[in-house]
C-alpha cells in the first residue's frame, strides 16, 4: 500500500513540474555538440576537457535560450550552463 501511494505522489509530482514548465513555457531539448552554436561548443569543450559528457540540452524560456551540459569528470557528476553567446553563467 505504501509503495503505492509513493508512486502516485511520484507520478503526481511530476506531471506538477512537466504542467509548471509548460505554463512558463520553458522547453528543453536534447541536442548534440554538432547542433550548439560555434561558441557554445568551444565553451563546452573547454568546461568538459578530460570529461565525459552525458547530455547536452538546449533550454528555452519565453525569448531566453540557455545550454545545459552535464558530464562526468573524476568521478563526479557536474553541469554547467552557458549563453547562446559561450558565456559560461554557472558551472565550469
Do not use: H, W
Not at 565525459?52 to 557528476?77: L, P, Q, R
Amino acid at each position: 500500500m505504501k509503495r503505492a501511494l509513493s508512486r502516485t505522489l511520484i507520478i503526481l509530482a511530476l506531471g506538477l513540474f512537466v504542467a509548471s514548465c509548460s505554463l512558463f513555457g520553458r522547453k528543453e531539448t536534447v541536442v548534440t555538440i554538432n547542433q550548439v552554436p560555434a561558441p557554445v561548443r568551444t565553451s563546452i569543450e573547454k568546461v568538459t576537457a578530460g570529461a565525459k559528457i552525458k547530455s547536452i540540452e538546449k533550454i528555452e524560456s519565453g525569448d531566453k535560450v540557455t545550454y545545459e551540459v552535464e558530464y562526468i569528470k573524476d568521478g563526479k557528476e557536474l553541469d554547467a550552463y552557458i549563453e547562446p553567446d559561450g558565456r559560461i553563467v554557472k558551472g565550469g
